[in-house]
């Protein structure tokens, strides 16, 4: 299936992603979370 808005090149693109970035966020997420977690306990604790 082609699409419908040819482009000139295929492999020029404007964000060009980090090796590392999917692991970043991922870890970011579970850092976060954890946090949330944390306060949740904390302020159910009192």
């Known amino acids: 299936m082609t699409p419908l ?3 000139r090149h ?3 693109s404007y964000f ?3 090796p590392l ?3 970043f966020s991922l ?3 579970l850092v976060l979370a954890g946090l949330i977690v944390i306060t949740l306990l ?3 604790a009192r």
């Open 5 to 7: 808005v040819h482009a």
């Open 10 to 12: 295929r492999h020029v």
């Open 16 to 18: 060009h992603g980090h």
């Open 21 to 23: 970035h999917g692991a």
């Open 27 to 29: 870890i970011a997420s």
């Open 42 to 44: 904390v302020t159910t």
